[in-house]
């Protein structure tokens, strides 16, 4: 049996379990086309979830940014 071992706080202690905390999840990154937001979705967007972009102005970086996740094999969807 593969038991998977946790601190006292219940954080994964493998590679592979934290790789998983975000996977088939969905997440929604206000202002995710830009700054810190935007590397938030491009780093979970490489751990499996699905993204979605929320933003006020610069669509066109947003779909750049969205067509760059899919391109990845991610999922990810920019709304306005």
């Not at 066109?60 to 996740?69: D, K, Q």
């Amino acid at each position: 049996m593969n038991a998977t071992t946790h601190t006292p706080d219940m954080r994964p202690q493998t590679e592979r379990d934290r790789a998983m905390l975000l996977q088939d999840k969905t997440i929604i990154v206000t202002g995710g086309n830009s700054g810190i937001g935007e590397a938030i979705v491009v780093a979970a967007a490489a751990a499996g979830a699905n993204i979605v972009i929320d933003y006020v102005a610069r669509a066109e970086v947003t779909s750049a940014l969205v067509a760059r996740i899919e391109a990845a094999g991610g999922k990810a969807v920019g709304v306005n």
